[in-house]
T-cell receptor
Framework: GAVVSQHPSRVICKSGTSVKIECRSL??????MFWYRQFPKKSLMLMAT?????????EQGVEKDKFLINHASLTLSTLTVTSAHPEDSSFYIC?????????????FGPGTRLLVL | DQQVKQNSPSLSVQEGRISILNCDYT??????FLWYKKYPAEGPTFLIS?????DKNEDGRFTVFLNKSAKHLSLHIVPSQPGDSAVYFC???????????FGQGTRLTINP
């Protein structure tokens, strides 16, 4: 199966700082990448859809200025949590799509646990 | 507004028996459904899917059943093995779309 990596796997930061999370598709080119957030014992909530070379599409209720997404290449998307606060603490998962129209071809990264103190 | 619901947060099954995980959805626009398996510290991995034109799809020990009138789907695992212990998510989408809507997950524990 295709491999998607995330870095870092875990990060602890102080309130007010910004944190960048990287998502890479290691063995395929992904025209579309997705960013999800998971609260404890809750479902994965889609935050935004990012297409290479264009602006990300954010889901309702997700602050685009708070969660900056950059999809600079076909193998890399980054999520920057700006001016992080304790309520931003969560598990962030990215996925990369290998083919349009086939949900099965969406491969997930291992996730990044963010803790904001 | 939880459009996809997994009402059982956990399930414990004896090894060799059948595991049945349930999922309900509310959005009638959904016409494609998937099950994912997730181990700790790993991302979800695709397990099996079903289109709304079918009511059953089978892949080895895994079978997914879809009841469109009840807006309900279930995943059957038989026989259950210790390696099946994980969190299982159901997800729904519309044909041609890539956006997935996930349930809350069910933690399955297979006891030896």
């Amino acid at each position: 199966g295709a491999v998607v990596s995330q870095h870092p796997s875990r990060v602890i930061c102080k309130s007010g700082t910004s944190v960048k999370i990287e998502c890479r598709s290691l063995d395929f080119q992904a025209t579309t990448m997705f960013w999800y957030r998971q609260f404890p014992k809750k479902s994965l909530m889609l935050m935004a859809t990012s297409n290479e070379g264009s602006k990300a599409t954010y889901e309702q209720g997700v602050e685009k200025d708070k969660f900056l997404i950059n999809h600079a290449s076909l193998t890399l998307s980054t999520l920057t949590v700006t001016s992080a606060h304790p309520e931003d603490s969560s598990f962030y998962i990215c996925s990369a799509s290998r083919g349009a129209g086939y949900p099965e071809t969406q491969y997930f990264g291992p996730g990044t646990r963010l803790l904001v103190l | 507004d939880q459009q996809v619901k997994q009402n059982s947060p956990s399930l414990s099954v004896q090894e060799g028996r059948i595991s049945i995980l349930n999922c309900d959805y509310t959005n009638s626009m959904f016409d494609y459904f998937l099950w994912y398996k997730k181990y700790p510290a790993e991302g979800p991995t695709f397990l099996i899917s079903i289109s709304s034109i079918k009511d059953k799809n089978e892949d080895g020990r895994f079978t997914v059943f879809l009841n469109k009138s009840a807006k309900h789907l279930s995943l059957h695992i038989v026989p259950s093995q210790p390696g099946d212990s994980a969190v299982y998510f159901c997800a729904a989408t519309s044909k041609g779309a890539q956006k997935l809507v996930f349930g809350q997950g069910t933690r399955l524990t297979i006891n030896p």
